[in-house]
Structures are given as C-alpha cells and as structure tokens.
C-alpha cells in the first residue's frame, strides 16, 4: 500500500495529521508493508521571508491582537497535546517553502524524506528557524545524514524545482486545495488532521479490498498443466 502526503512546513494541522499516521501505522498489523511518500504543497507560494509582529499579523488577518494571540495560543496548545510538539507562535519566521519542499526530494532518494519533513516542521514551527535560507537548510540536511557539498550544490542549482512543481500541479488535478491531504494508493483521499481511530479503519478497509482483489484474479485459475514452460508443452 501507498500513502502520498500533501502537506506544508508551517501548518499546524499537517504536523497534527503526520503525527496521527504515524500512530495508526504503529497500531496497523501491516504497517512495514507501507510505503509514506511526503508531496510538495505551498500554502503560500508567494510568501516573502520575513519576522512579522503580531499586531502586523493580526493586521493582514483583518483581527483584534487579543483575537490573534488567543487563537495561537488554542492551536498551540493543541499541537502540543496532538503532536507533542511545543509551538512558538511570538518568534516564527514566515518563510518560502518551495526550497525546503525541493530538499525533501532530494532526500526522499536516499529514503530519508519523511525525517527531513519532520525535521523542516520542527525547524518552522518550533524553533524559529528561516527555512528558506540555504545555510539552515544545508544545516538540517547534515542532521538527517546528508552531505553538506551536495545539499548545497543542488539548492544552488534547479534540481527538484520541476519535481515540486508537479507535486503542486498534480494537487490541483486532484481537486487538492487544502492540506494535509493523504491519498491511499491513488485511489482514496482523507482531508485533515484525523484521528487514529479513522487512519487505522482506513488501512485496514484499503488493505481487505486490495486482497480481495488480488483473490479475484487467482479464482477459478488451473495449477499447472494449461501452460507451456521452458519450451515444453503437456500436449
């Protein structure tokens, strides 16, 4: 089975829904036997990368300060509960998130896709990190393994722009216009942050009817002497 994840760094409900998928998987009798892909998706693909008060932010959002603060404050909270992940709302740096996407490709060849996606979540939303800068990034390549020279040498050059930009373009074909949305082997969406209850019912409904399938293929299939193998024929 495959799961292809749309998602984005600086949402919240993606870390949330990422967290909870991982748990159903861990619950799931087949969970080695699934393969998690992590596909590009901007929720701003024009954000310029910048520290932005909270006034100005409640400004932009057309909010009262107090209003801003407390709705932080609740998805905080939230995430902390959810995800386990503590979220510093007063310090993010609102970034471009088309290169970080373009590293998780690049990642995503050597299997470590998944842990770099982690990694860029905890980088935005938790430590207030500039993930558009290809230092950090550079940086939090080494930490999942990579090679400095190489991360390097791809951010400065156009590897993986395409690949991000059919992520997205593949997105809109699939009527994709929020995140995260996760896709069961091409054939089945859930939107949102759910729970583990619905993740887990999930794979284990995909997972009977694939079987089923497959059990439909072998009926009524002969054991053996209706072939010809090696150039011998029962005839």
Known sequence: MRIDVWSDF???????????????????????????????????????????????????????????????????????????????????????????????????KVGKGAELTERLIRAYLSQSMNIADHNVLVSLGREAGLNEQDVAEMLESDAYKDSVKADIAEARKLNISSVPTFAFNNKYTISGAQSEEVFLNALNSIWDEEKKFQKLELKGQSKGDDSCTDGVCNV
């Open 10 to 108: 600086g949402c919240p409900f993606c870390v949330i829904g990422k967290r909870k998928l991982e748990n159903a998987l861990g619950m799931f009798t087949m969970g080695d036997k699934v393969e998690v892909v992590y596909r590009s998706f901007q929720l701003d693909p024009y954000a310029e990368n910048r520290t932005v008060s909270v006034q100005q932010l409640a400004q932009e959002k057309g909010m009262t300060v107090e209003k801003l603060k407390a709705k932080q404050a609740q998805v905080a909270e939230m995430i902390k509960k959810e995800a386990g992940l503590d979220v510093n709302y007063d310090s993010v740096i609102i970034a471009n998130t088309f290169d970080g996407h373009r590293l998780v490709h690049f990642a995503a």
